[in-house]
């Protein structure tokens, strides 16, 4: 069992910047490879990034490469996701999530059904 908790959540003047913190109970944190997603209300839950367990590989949707930056510390048991250039389209409740799955890629980070364990979520808000 993993447990995620997000941290860093906050309101921001557009432009400006932020960063999440997701932190993971258990020894095997360092194995699983970590993604970002985020709702706004009404919306679907949206894929931000992911990174793979050693870090080798970052994954982001294309409304947020260039601006966000998803790093991890395994020692710490805990992944970032710095924000840059925030857009009040970015404003949402963000989510960390565990992927204990043998399988990688873009497209399987991108789907929230590839991971087995989430965050309860931190809320973004960015003003204009």
């Known amino acids: 069992q993993v447990q995620l908790v997000e941290s860093g959540g906050g309101l921001v003047q557009a432009g400006g910047s932020l960063r999440l913190s997701c932190a993971a109970s258990?020894?095997?944190?360092?194995?699983?490879?970590m993604g970002w997603f985020r709702q706004a209300p009404g919306k679907e839950r949206e894929f931000v990034g992911a990174?793979?367990?050693?870090?080798?590989?970052?994954y982001y949707a294309d409304s947020v490469k260039g601006r966000f930056t998803i790093s991890r510390d395994n020692a710490k048991n805990t992944v970032y996701l710095q924000m840059n250039s925030l857009k009040p389209e970015d404003t949402a409740v963000y989510y960390c999530a565990a992927s204990t799955s043998y399988y990688s890629g873009s497209y399987y980070y991108s789907k929230p059904a590839s991971y087995q364990y989430w965050g309860q979520g931190t809320q973004v808000t960015v003003s204009s």
């Open positions: 990174i793979r367990w050693s870090g080798s590989s970052t």
């Open positions: 258990g020894s095997t944190f360092s194995s699983y490879a």
